[in-house]
């Protein structure tokens, strides 16, 4: 069982940036798809972005793309997510997930597709 711990959150300016983190451990070398998903004050969760462990491929939401950028280091075994030009539309608790498998991007979007989640951090931007 693979365990996921965020950290990086907090409260930034519109137009700031953050950096998350993801610890991963409990990993094997199989090629794990590692996705970045938020949740805001009455909302569902949704997805923001997606990296395959092995290859680096990555899919992101149309909403962040651009502004966002998920990264992985395999030494390090974490998982990263840098966020720039931040509205105030991003904030939310930022939730870190895996699963054993890689996918489309349409799987890797779906919630259900992954079966470890972290915490959660929160990230506040304010106007």
């Known amino acids: 069982q693979v365990q996921l711990v965020e950290s990086g959150g907090g409260l930034v300016r519109t137009g700031g940036s953050l950096r998350l983190s993801c610890a991963v451990s409990g990993h094997t070398a199989s090629n794990y798809a590692m996705g970045w998903f938020r949740q805001a004050p009455g909302k569902e969760r949704e997805f923001v972005a997606a990296i395959s462990w092995v290859g680096g491929t990555t899919y992101y939401a149309d909403s962040v793309k651009g502004r966002f950028t998920i990264s992985r280091d395999n030494v390090k075994n974490t998982v990263y997510l840098e966020m720039n030009s931040l509205k105030p539309e991003d904030t939310a608790v930022y939730y870190c997930?895996?699963?054993?498998?890689?996918?489309?991007?349409?799987?890797?979007?779906?919630?259900?597709?992954?079966?470890?989640w972290g915490q959660g951090t929160q990230v506040t931007v304010s106007s």
């Open positions: 997930a895996a699963d054993r498998s890689w996918g489309s991007r349409v799987q890797l979007a779906t919630l259900t597709h992954y079966h470890s």
